[in-house]
């Protein structure tokens, strides 16, 4: 049964979804200086705008992860995508423009992929790093039970 956890546990294994941005950056070093210990997960997805997605993990060590993974995710994304294209789901328009808007399916794969692989390394605490901007908290909570409820 999942349980939301009011305080950070130390000496624990605490999984990360991290983006390498300022705000999952600052939560791995405010993770290890409060006692826990950091595991960082980022997910591949593709993102053209990314130009070195080794870095990213890196990144993370830096910032005081014990151990930092960069999660392969684009085939589950393309599967995803193309079952979604198959069924029209998410077909819009905006300006004048019709598209596929597929946001909600990387984060469906980030959520799961990223804890199957906190679960292969035995990461039984996990939390996504956002700032409780938008719904990207319960998108995260959502589908990383499907993947360890």
Known sequence: MATILGTLPKGEKVGIAFSGGLDTSAAVHWMRAQGAIPYAYTAHLGQPDESDYAEIPRKALRYGAEKARLVECRPQL?????????????????????YFNTTPLGRAVTGTMLVVAMREDDVGIWSDGSTYKGNDIERFYRYGLLANP
Request: aromatic letters at 4%; a negative charge.
């Open 78 to 98: 393309v599967a995803e995508g193309i079952a979604a294209i198959q069924c029209g789901a998410f077909h819009i328009a905006t300006g004048g423009a019709t």
